[in-house]
C-alpha cells in the first residue's frame, strides 16, 4: 500500500528481544494490523491468544515469495514479507531510564515486590492492574465471586470476562501487562485464605496486604495478618456511592495502631458502605437512591491515591527513594469525590470543597494495652 506521496508504507515486526533470540521456536502467534501494517508477535506464554502469523524456516532458507514468514539467521530472527525484508522493532520487560530501548514495564525494581489482593472488584482490579503496570512481580488473588454484567461499569475487566471468577479474568488481565508476573490464587474470602499458601507467597518488608472488600471485619483481619508476616497493610473503602471513601494504612514496627484499634467499627467518623457491593449503598431498597453518572471515575480517584500510598510503602526502605504522599498523608486519610450535599448527603459537610483529601485526621490506640504500651498488641505478641 502507498501513501498521499506514494511512498509504500513500510511493515513492521514487534516482538520481544526473548522472543527474537528464540531460535527453538517453531511457530510465531499474534496479531496483524492491517490499519497500521504491524507484526505484533506474542510473547511464548500468551501464544494461545493469538493467531497463527507463520511457521519459522531453519536457517538457510529462503524466504517465501508470498506472505509473511521468518527464517533463523546468526543466532536470531528475520522476517520477510512476499521475500523482502522487514524492519524490526524489539522490546524487552523493563525500559532502562538511561537508553532509548523499549520496555513493557518502567524498571525492575519493584519485581521482588508481592501484593495480596483481598479483593477482586472495581477497587482491587485497579490496584492490582496498576501495581503490576509499576513492576510488582507478585501477585496473591483472593475474592470468591464471579464477573457480573453489573460489574462492568466499574470494574477493570469487560464483557468477555462475564461468568468467569473474578480472580481468573484478573489474572488475564496482569499477564496481559507483564507476561512473567507471577501469580497466586484463591477462590473465597481472606478468613479463609490457607496458612500454607501465605506462608509460601509473604515475604517480610516486601510484601502489602490491600483490602479492598467494603467490609471492616475483613480489613481488621487482613491486618492481623500482615503483622504477622512482618507486611504493610492498606484499605481502601468507600462511603454512599463512592460520595467519598477512606484510606487506612499500617507500617510494621513504627509504632502505628492497627486497624482494629484505630477505627474498630468507625465510630462517628466514617459513613462506608458495606453492605450492597453492587451499587456501594447500605440500603437493601435501591429503588429510591439517587443515581449520579460516573461512579467508576470516583471509586478510581479515592482508589488511585491508595495505590500511590502503597508505592511509597512498598519502597520505604529502598536507597534514595522519596516518598510522593506518605510524608504528608496520615495513617487514616478521608477523601471527597464532592461537597454537595444535595448529593452526597448531610456526611459530605466535613468537607470545605470538592476532591479535597484530609491532612490532618489523626487516629491513636484505641485499647488500653496498646495505649500504655504505645505499641500494637499484635506486635508485641509476634515480637
Not at 524487552?92 to 477482586?120: H, P, W
Not at 488475564?172 to 507476561?179: A, M, S
Not at 468507625?266 to 456501594?280: D, E, K, L, P
Not at 464532592?338 to 448531610?346: A, L, M, P, Q, V
Amino acid at each position: 500500500m502507498e501513501n498521499f506521496f506514494n511512498d509504500e508504507i513500510e511493515k513492521v515486526v514487534f516482538i520481544s528481544e526473548e522472543q527474537l533470540c528464540n531460535l527453538s521456536v517453531k511457530k510465531l502467534y499474534g496479531r496483524y494490523w492491517e490499519d497500521t501494517f504491524i507484526y505484533n508477535i506474542f510473547p511464548a506464554s500468551l501464544c494461545d491468544k493469538g493467531d497463527l502469523l507463520c511457521d519459522v524456516l531453519k536457517e538457510g532458507s529462503e524466504p517465501s515469495k508470498e506472505g509473511f514468514c521468518a527464517i533463523r539467521t546468526d543466532g536470531k530472527l528475520s522476517f520477510y514479507f512476499d521475500g523482502k525484508k522487514l524492519k524490526i522493532e524489539s522490546y524487552g520487560l523493563y525500559q532502562s531510564i538511561f537508553s532509548r530501548n523499549k520496555g513493557i514495564l518502567e524498571t525492575d525494581k519493584m519485581t521482588r515486590k508481592r501484593a495480596v489482593i483481598l479483593g477482586c472488584g472495581s477497587v482491587g482490579s485497579l490496584v492490582a492492574m496498576e501495581l503490576a503496570r509499576a513492576g510488582v512481580g507478585h501477585f496473591l488473588l483472593a475474592d470468591p465471586d464471579i464477573v457480573e454484567y453489573h460489574n462492568i461499569c466499574r470494574h477493570q475487566c469487560g464483557i468477555e470476562d462475564v461468568g468467569d471468577l473474578k480472580i481468573n479474568a484478573l489474572e488475564r488481565k496482569l499477564k496481559n501487562i507483564n507476561p512473567h508476573v507471577e501469580i497466586s490464587k484463591f477462590e473465597g474470602i481472606v478468613q479463609n485464605l490457607p496458612k500454607a499458601q501465605l506462608d509460601e507467597f509473604c515475604t517480610e518488608g516486601d510484601t502489602v496486604f490491600v483490602g479492598c472488600a467494603d467490609n471492616r471485619a475483613a480489613d481488621v483481619y487482613a491486618n492481623k495478618i500482615s503483622i504477622y508476616y512482618g507486611a504493610y497493610f492498606i484499605s481502601i473503602g468507600f462511603w454512599e456511592r463512592a460520595y467519598a471513601g477512606e484510606i487506612f494504612y499500617h507500617i510494621p514496627g513504627k509504632g502505628m495502631p492497627c486497624y482494629e484499634c484505630a477505627l474498630g467499627d468507625g465510630g462517628n467518623i466514617s459513613a462506608r458502605a458495606q453492605a450492597n457491593h453492587h451499587v456501594y449503598s447500605n440500603q437493601e431498597d435501591t429503588e429510591g437512591l439517587k443515581f449520579e453518572p460516573g461512579i467508576s471515575v470516583d471509586i478510581n480517584f479515592i482508589t488511585t491515591i491508595g495505590i500511590k500510598i502503597i508505592i511509597d510503602m512498598l519502597n520505604s526502605n529502598s536507597d534514595g527513594y522519596i516518598p510522593r504522599v506518605t510524608n504528608d498523608l496520615k495513617q487514616y486519610t478521608v477523601i471527597c469525590n464532592t461537597s454537595n450535599t444535595e448529593i452526597g448527603g448531610e456526611m459530605v459537610e466535613i468537607f470545605s470543597y470538592p476532591l479535597q483529601i484530609t491532612t490532618s485526621l489523626v487516629v491513636g490506640f484505641g485499647k488500653k494495652q496498646c495505649k500504655e504500651s504505645c505499641s500494637c498488641k499484635y506486635e508485641l505478641e509476634e515480637k
